[in-house]
Each structure stands twice: as structure tokens, then as C-alpha cells.
């Protein structure tokens, strides 16, 4: 796969001064890439030459590169995978899940995807709505997480779920999460859902802080359609998608959640495996050696 056309999405908090970026445009300007940034980065960088601005539906772009976080990621990730563009995640602050390549690696793994010597993987997303008074309104679609929680000092939300059309279990909880694999080492994770191979096609179903101890989290098939029917009175309720995206819920709302037609293709090397991150990212102690 030639790649000749790169797109960089860059998180400005992260790399503030974009010094990153500009020795990332001007390496790959060195080997002849067209580079496409948005036009805030684009006034940023007046003095640089050649810089086309990044523009929907982005399909003139080889790949995206996401500098900043696993938030920049899942950012990135809603913008251009309804397109199939493959995301390589650059990781501007700590250990990350999603963005495998560190700033002291870029030199080395910059020239393994000019010479086409990487690997995709295709990360399932879920996607949905909301139905309320019998019209869908607010589409959504996601590659971690769909968060149903209650507001700042609100009570218990309560929510009836359905697998399937099947009446499942009343939560009474802070919130619902409801993620992919991929988002089960995100917010699930700390509100003790299971660690699931991201590759392993499954929708996690976990209860924050549950009123019945009972309530644990559930892995469903990725075919499953879930739905979610919101109890509580008022407006102290709200979805949000990745953690970056909010909806307001009301009360009899019903959100309809299953997998997504759209996948997210990761850039990845044979030798960033997940376990090596798991092991680095949650202190996985080491062997024992007599």
C-alpha cells in the first residue's frame, strides 16, 4: 500500500508549540507525502509550504495520523472510519491502548509506513439512536463507549434493558456502560467490567456503582440489538458517546444500541501487542525468578 497522502489531526494541548508537527510535516514532506491538516493548524504553521487543508469527507487521504491521546483517537476515529481511512495513533503523553507509536519511536515506525511494512486491524463500533415520542432523533456511533449516567448530584438513574426484544434486568446505578472490546479497557474497566482481546467481536454491558450488588457486568454477542428505556423523571440524565459527545435524555426515551456498519482500521506493528501494553499500562508485575 503506497502511502502518499497523510492527514494529521493534532491535539494542540499535547504538543503545544506543535514542534512535533512541524518535524513530522517536514519528514514526511523529505519523502515526498502531500500532507493535509485543518486549517487552525494550517494558520498556525503559515511558515511551512505545501500544506493542503483537511477537509470531509477526506477522501483523497492514505491514512490519518492522530497526535495526542486515546481521546484524540476516539475522536479521529468518528471523523474518518465511515470512510475505511486507517488511523496511526502517535502518543503525545503517557502509555496508551490505542495510539501505539511513542514520539521517541517516530523516526523508526515513519519509515515502516512509508514502505508499506504495518498492519490494520479493524475494531468493531457500535452505533445507535434515540427514539423518543416515536421519532429517532440523535444518531450516534462510537469505537469505546455509550455512557447512560446521571447528572452532577443527581440520584440513582434507573433503566430497563432488553437484549434482543427480551426483557433482561432494572438497573438502579449511577449509570450504564455499554462499550465495545476495544473501549473495555476504558471507563468499563474502571467500573470493574472484564479486560476483552480487542480483536474478540463482543458488546459489554457494566453498572456503575449498582444498588443491587447482584448487577454485574454481562458480555453479549456483537449481533445483539440492546435497548435501554429510560425511567427516570426529569432531565437528570445523559448519554455520552466516547466521552466526548453529550445527549440529554428524558424520561420514557428509548436508546437503541448494536453494532456498527462502520469499523475503525488501526495502523499496528506485530511487536505492540496488547498484552505488552496491558503489562506496562495496569503494572502487571513481572516473572518470578528463583
Keep these: 500500500m503506497g502511502i502518499k497522502k497523510i492527514g494529521l489531526i493534532v491535539n494542540t494541548k499535547k504538543d503545544n508549540g506543535l514542534g512535533i508537527t512541524q518535524k513530522l510535516i517536514k519528514y514526511l514532506q523529505e519523502k515526498n507525502v502531500e500532507i493535509f491538516v485543518s486549517k487552525q ?9 505545501y500544506l493542503n487543508t483537511l477537509k470531509s469527507p477526506y477522501k483523497n487521504i492514505d491514512m490519518v495520523f492522530s497526535l495526542g491521546g486515546d481521546g484524540t483517537l476516539l475522536s479521529v476515529a468518528r471523523m474518518v472510519s465511515t470512510k475505511g481511512i486507517p488511523i496511526c495513533g502517535i502518543n503525545l503523553g503517557g502509555l496508551g491502548f490505542l495510539t501505539q507509536i511513542g514520539v521517541h519511536e517516530l523516526n523508526e515506525y515513519l519509515e515502516l509506513i512509508l514502505e508499506g511494512s504495518f ?9 445507535g439512536y434515540i427514539l423518543r415520542n416515536d421519532q429517532r432523533i440523535k444518531p450516534f456511533y462510537c469505537l469505546n ?7 452532577l448530584f443527581a440520584r440513582l438513574i434507573h433503566v430497563e434493558t ?3 426484544e427480551e426483557y433482561v434486568i432494572h438497573y438502579s446505578a449511577d449509570g450504564l456502560i455499554i462499550s465495545t472490546s476495544t473501549g473495555s479497557t476504558a471507563y468499563s474497566l474502571s467500573a470493574g467490567g472484564p479486560i476483552v482481546y480487542p480483536s474478540i467481536k463482543t458488546i459489554v454491558i457494566t453498572p456503575i456503582c449498582p444498588h443491587t450488588l447482584s448487577a454485574r457486568s454481562l458480555v ?9 428505556i429510560v425511567l427516570s423523571k426529569g432531565k437528570d440524565v445523559m448519554l455520552t458517546v466516547d466521552g466526548q459527545q453529550g445527549i440529554d435524555l428524558e424520561e420514557n426515551d428509548i436508546i437503541k444500541i448494536h453494532e456498527s456498519e462502520y469499523k475503525t482500521k488501526l ?9 505488552g501494553v496491558l503489562r506496562k ?6 516473572r518470578v525468578t528463583s
Excluded at 463507549?145 to 447528572?151: L, N, P, Q
Excluded at 453479549?220 to 435501554?228: S, T, V
Excluded at 495502523?267 to 498484552?275: A, H
Design 41 to 49: 493548524i494550517s494558520e498556525k504553521l503559515s511558515d511551512l509550504k
Design 119 to 127: 498492519q490494520t486491524e479493524d475494531r468493531m463500533m457500535l452505533s
Design 145 to 151: 463507549d455509550i455512557v447512560v449516567a446521571k447528572k
Design 162 to 164: 432488553f437484549i434482543n
Design 220 to 228: 453479549i454477542n456483537h449481533k445483539d440489538i440492546l435497548k435501554i
Design 267 to 275: 495502523v499496528t506493528f506485530p511487536e505492540k501487542n496488547f498484552y
Design 281 to 286: 499500562k495496569l503494572k502487571w508485575s513481572g
